[in-house]
Every structure is written in C-alpha cells, then in structure tokens.
C-alpha cells in the first residue's frame, strides 16, 4: 500500500507532510498523472480558492486522473478544499466546475451575525457511534479542531439533502449548521484541518491512514436525527502567542520583545539619570520558545520579523529555516510577519510579494502578516477608489485564499484639544478617557497608523487602514498598540471595539496583556475573537493555561490541549 500526497501548488502542503512524518508514516507526492496509477492511499491538503485549486489541478493534467482515482474506490482524504471539490460548485468561483462526487453548491458564510471567514477552533459532532473509530474516524465531539474557510456546505436535509447524506459529523459557526467532515465509501473529508488541530487532529489522521493502509471495508450508514442549530456553538476564543523575532548585535536571531517597540535594554549611567540604549533583548531562542507555547496550549504562534523592513526576506534564510524548524514541531497555526512586499535583491532580481509568501508558506507558514505595505495599500486604495490589483494583499488573497493574509496594525495615539481638532478624524475621536500620559489629560485622541515597526506615522487612521485591508481581501486584522505594548496595563479597549465594528474579518487584540483579567476583560467588552500575547508568556508571569482557566471560569469556550 503507498501513501501519496497531492499538492496543488497554491497552499501550505508542508504542515500536512510535517504531521504525517511525525506519525512515523511514508508518503510520496503527486507529481504526474501517472502516480495516481501507484497511489493506492491518497491524501489531498487542499488550500485557498476554490477556483485556484481546479485550475491548479487542470492546468497540470490532475483534474481527470483525481477523479479517475476517487471513483476506483481507493481511500481519498481531502482536507479544506480538497473536500470542497468533491462538490458540483462553489459560491466562491460560481463558472468554475468541481469534481461533482456531491452533487450540490458549497455557498458562503452569512456574515451579519459573526466574522467570516470561520477561523478558529470549532467542534465536530460525529452521527456515527462514538466509540468505534472505525465509524467516526477518530473525529470527537469532546475535543476542537481548527476551521478556516470563509464558504460552508450548509447542513440542511431538505433544502440541501445530497450534502446532509454525506454528512459525517455537523459544526455549528453562529446560527448556522455545516458540514464538517464528509463520508461515503473509501471517501472522506474534512473541512478543518487535521493538520493544525494539534493532538486531536494528528489523531485522526493517524486513524484514517492506518485504516487505509490496512485496507477499509467501507462503513455502512445507519438511520440519522436531522440536526437544527443549538442555542450556542462551539467556537472558542483564541489565544496567541507572539514572538518578535531580530538579529541581536552579534547577530543571532533572537526572540526580542519591547516596551512602545523599543526593544533594546535601558542602560543608566552611574554618572547620570539619562538612559541609553543597549543590547537588544534576548528572551530566548524562536523554535524553542514556539514549542514551548505549542506543548502549553497556545491556539495559534505568530512570528514576526521585526527588521526585515530593511532587507529582502528571500534572502532572510535564518529566518526561513526558523520558521521551517517550528513547523515541524508546533502543530497548530503559524502567522509569519515582516517584509512581505515587493522587494529587489541586492544583484537586482526582483521578488513579488506573492514569492516572498509562498516562500514562507512552503516551509510550513500558514498566513502572512503585512505591516507597512498594507498601509501604503490603503492610501493607494483612497487615491485611486478601488484596488488595481497589484497590492501584496490583493496579489496574496488571490493566490492562497483571503484566509491567509493578515494585516497588521501598528497604530498610535495622537492626542488633540477637543475643542479645536476639526482634522478627517474627528468621528474616530476617543472622549472623556484618562488613561494615556499625565501631560495628555483632558484631550481626545485618534489612531494613527505607523510604519517600519512605528517609526514613521502615516496619514491613515487605523480603522481606515483595517476597512481598506478588508476591502482589498484581507483575511484578519492583527491589532497593535504602540501606546500600550510591553506595559502590561491591559488591552486598549477603544482601540479595539472601535476597529472590530468598522469590519467583518475576524480581529486579534494585541498589546499590553498583562495578567489573565485582561483576556477576560478584552472578550467581555469587545468581539474580538482572539487575543494575542508577548511579554508576559516569554516571561513566565503568566502561563497560557492560567489565561484559558480564567476564561473558562468566565464562560467563554476555550480550547483544552
Ligand atoms: O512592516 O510588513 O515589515 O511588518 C513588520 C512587523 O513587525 C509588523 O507586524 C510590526 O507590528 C512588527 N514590529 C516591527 N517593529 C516592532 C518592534 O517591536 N520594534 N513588533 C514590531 C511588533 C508588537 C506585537 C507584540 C504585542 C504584544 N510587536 O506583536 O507582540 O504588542 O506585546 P505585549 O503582550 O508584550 O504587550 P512589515
């Protein structure tokens, strides 16, 4: 029996080979019509549009041969999209035509009620027997699996019964009842991905391709209770953990972490009261510390290469080969930031944004995080009223899936006498609020976005910048305060519940957490869906589990490892 991957070329295939390695399994990949005829096990990792992946597939001779293999009756497991295309169609590419194995559309999320895409950690509630992983697959309703997809096959046996028929298990997002895996004969899939579902998901990859390997008799389906939306779903609030990552002065890539974003140590001279600059902080080495968080719990990592401004990242190959190294060991989403754009090597070779992500993707990236291209985006977008198509978020979203673009946000105050600002923003002007520096009491204050890590201000308030990112397919917004990094102080809730109304996409709160309350605080009086932390993880002050027990206590859903 031979196991073989299928890569479309328009996704992060690598994860997959990280956890199917882990498992201790062999594969081999895809590459020509003709290895459909030595795969006798197939798993398809599909990502991003729906219409890139069917193009993706034709354009190389794949579509006929997939189909060929599917309908012979041997195992197939397709993830994400690669569950997807089992369909006719899909709102995503409504002239593009998929496999067709279901007979029905795969339509879009309704994004009245909450964020879309779907991203985050969701249950999976199996029909079948739940003790018997010859029939549920290793899928559980007690654990969570990571979701993101922005379209859904809706469960709803009258108006869409070809899919309810192929329901294996059902997810909850909102008001609304998907279908979450996908069964019939040696066919099943997953609309989350295994891949990045930590135990739980390496858990059922592990069951279905041992199963597959040792030869499937395919399960019979019994009688099943139409499913009708609960009161609540399943959905957790995520924590992140964030590591900024620069060379130190003798020039090893170091997690670092900053106070306002100066990240290097305050030195005071015995002579004199006036500090000065010194090392840049180290808090420990990026792989070690992305483990670390992983075995803790934390429901995503996110990386940030906080000087890349200055050179090209393609070249950056320490910082590649980090984020290779923590792929093969962290198991759930990984956000890579800094340097993404257009850049020109020094010997005059010119890189597209779109390289420089897929770079990153291919070493087992899952999202891109633009910071101060998607700023430049924005003001291109206000000038010329619509996007041309050549942003690093436009050319990125295309490629991979809005799912994968992040933009994030790196604003601060700018405090004015409210009584005489008549400037563009004077209906995003915080009142009556005392909680910025003793000399600034009194005044109202605006969000102004920054670039090259905070250096240089921009004419773009945030909540501008997160409507035209939006706009332009952005998948999330990562939300910094310049004002509140490294000091502990807690979330800045203004900031927030006023850039997480101005959108759609989901928001990760950013900057300041300081002690577990704060998690608490920013979910209660905001919508965001995820928080994110630094300094108080690198420093021991406050553990990810402590976070998500006090989440709990609050009510909030929140994922167990
Ligand atoms: O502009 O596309 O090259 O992206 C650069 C990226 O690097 C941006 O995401 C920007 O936020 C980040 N960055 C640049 N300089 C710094 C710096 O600190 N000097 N770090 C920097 C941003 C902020 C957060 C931090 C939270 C939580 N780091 O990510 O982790 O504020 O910290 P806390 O919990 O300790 O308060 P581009």
Known sequence: ???????????????????????GYQFSWISSPDDFQRASVLIFPGQGAFHTAIECLTERGLFQPLLDYINSGKPYFGICIGMQVLFAASAESPSVRGLGLIPCQIDCFDDTDKAVPHMGWNTAECFDTPTDPQSTEGVSATVFYYFVHSYCARYDPVQ?????????????????????????????????????????????LDTWIKQS????????????????????????????ACMD??????????????????????????????????????????????????DAGADELCLLNITSFRNSPLRDQPMLAVVRAAAERVFVPLTIGGGIKDTVDPDGTKRSAVEVAGAYFRVGA?????????????????????????????????????????????????YVDPTTYDGPYKAELIYGKDDGPMDERGKAWWYQCTVSG??????????????????????????????????????????????????????????????????????????????????????????????????KDAGFNTRAI
Do not use: C
């Open 366 to 414: 899952d999202k891109v995080s633009i910071g101060s291209e998607a700023v430049y985006a924005v003001e291109k977008l206000r000038a010329l009223a619509a996007g041309d198509g050549t942003s690093a978020i436009e050319t990125i979203s295309t490629m991979y899936g809005r799912q994968a673009v992040v933009v994030s946000i790196d604003p601060k105050r700018v």
């Open 454 to 551: 905070g250096r240089e201000t921009r004419p773009v308030s945030a909540v501008e910048l997160a409507k035209g990112a939006q706009a332009l397919g952005a998948g999330e917004i990562l939300l910094n305060s310049i004002d509140r990094d490294g000091t502990g102080m807690g979330f800045d809730l203004d900031l927030i519940r006023m850039v997480k109304d101005a959108v759609n996409i989901p928001v990760v709160a950013s900057s300041g957490a300081g002690a577990t309350e704060h998690f608490v605080e920013v979910f209660k009086q905001t919508n965001v869906e995820s928080a994110l932390a630094a300094g108080i993880f690198h420093r021991d002050e406050v553990g990810i589990q402590d976070v998500k027990v006090s989440l």
């Open 1 to 23: 029996m031979a196991l073989f991957l299928l890569d479309h070329g328009a996704g992060n295939v690598q994860s997959l080979a990280n956890s199917i390695e882990k498992l």
């Open 160 to 204: 869409n019964p070809e899919a309810a028929q192929w329901a294996h298990s059902t997810t909850q997002y909102g008001n609304e009842v998907f279908v979450s895996t996908v069964r019939n004969g040696s066919v099943f899939g997953t609309q989350f991905h295994p891949e990045k579902s930590g135990i739980a998901g390496l858990t059922i």
């Open 245 to 294: 990552v620069r060379a130190n002065d003798q020039g090893d890539l170091v997690v670092t972490k900053g106070d306002q974003y100066d990240v290097r140590e305050k030195v005071s001279s015995s002579s004199t009261t006036v500090k000065t600059a010194g090392a840049v902080r180290n808090l420990g080495k990026p792989v070690a510390l992305a483990s670390k968080y992983y």
């Open 213 to 240: 390997l040792a030869g499937r008799t395919p399960p019979s389906v019994g009688p099943r209770t139409p499913r009708h939306a609960k009161p609540r779903d399943g959905f957790t609030r995520r924590i992140i």
